[in-house]
Nanobody, 123 residues
Framework: VQLVESGGGLVQPGGSLRLSCAAS????????IAWFRQAPGEEREGVSC????????YYADSVKGRFTISRDNAKNTMYLQMNNLKPEDTAVYYC?????????????????WGQGTQVTVSS
């Protein structure tokens, strides 16, 4: 079981990035999937998730209207489209998955984690 993120980098405020997370060893469609982030000295924060029960999406208030989570079942890959990025979005971003269909944005509900990708928003 493996999750591999890509797509992080340095972007100016107001810019966009799309993070990708390729899964292997299991089928993402059967799992609740999520993105978390962690800034230096801060706790890991849930950003967004897609429930495996009905496909509902959830977002942290800090990213609503700017970030979009999605999944491509044919590619077994999940994405996080981030628009209008702000300096406070700077963090290491992690993709994660769990078979628990009731999981939301609590980090310890998740079983499988990627290695993380750095996103830095700065001018």
């Amino acid at each position: 079981v493996q999750l591999v993120e890509s797509g992080g980098g340095l972007v100016q405020p107001g810019g966009s990035l799309r993070l990708s997370c390729a899964a292997s060893g299991f089928t993402l469609d059967d799992y609740t999937i999520a993105w978390f982030r962690q800034a230096p000295g801060e706790e890991r924060e849930g950003v967004s998730c897609i429930s495996s029960s009905d496909g509902s999406t959830y977002y942290a208030d800090s990213v609503k209207g700017r970030f979009t989570i999605s999944r491509d079942n044919a590619k077994n890959t999940m994405y996080l489209q981030m628009n209008n990025l702000k300096p406070e979005d700077t963090a290491v971003y992690y993709c994660t998955a769990t078979p628990d269909e009731s999981a939301l944005l609590i980090w310890h509900e998740y079983d499988y984690w990627g290695q993380g990708t750095q996103v830095t928003v700065s001018s």
